[in-house]
């Protein structure tokens, strides 16, 4: 007989290693990019948050600014975002695909949109809804904890 506490943990064991599986199989289809998993995400979050600053854009994918400035840089290096001056404040940097940005997030769309109906297979919507339920539930939770520990810790 399968209890709900032994749910749960095959629920947690199976999604850590689903989601390793998943940053492999994503990992790997950005190197054909020549990007690197992380970078396909900034790419993909700035495509969407265009204008952010860099603060902003860290924020919003629930990463360090000093962690996310690297990824800038390399993106920067590749031609891919810019920072552009605030035009209220030239302290601030604004980051902005560039024409080959755009292209590439483009590109990551149509890789990404691939990667799920590979890996998601014919799932039916109210099993993929009911899985998001659970999922934004289990987020919801780990912010609260995470943020609770960094209350203490202050």
């Known amino acids: 007989m399968t209890t709900k506490r032994s749910l749960r943990r095959e629920f947690l ?29 900034v790419l993909s979050r700035l495509r969407r948050r265009e204008g952010a600053t860099q603060a902003e854009l860290a924020a919003d994918m629930e990463m360090r600014p000093i962690s996310l400035s690297g990824l800038i840089d390399k993106l920067n290096r590749q031609g891919l975002v810019e920072r552009c001056s605030d035009a209220s404040d030239r302290r601030i940097n604004r980051l902005h695909l560039t024409p080959a940005g ?13 990667i799920a109906r590979e890996v998601l297979g ?33």
């Open 13 to 41: 064991g199976t999604l850590a290693n689903a989601a390793r599986h998943l940053s492999h199989i994503v990992d790997r289809r950005a190197r054909h990019l020549g990007l690197t998993g992380a970078q396909i995400r």
């Open 102 to 114: 755009r292209i590439m997030a483009l590109r990551i769309d149509g890789f990404r949109e691939e």
């Open 122 to 154: 014919d799932a039916d919507a109210a099993a993929l809804e009911a899985g998001l339920s659970v999922l934004h539930g289990l987020k919801r939770r780990l912010k609260e904890q995470r943020d609770e520990t960094s209350i203490a810790a202050e």
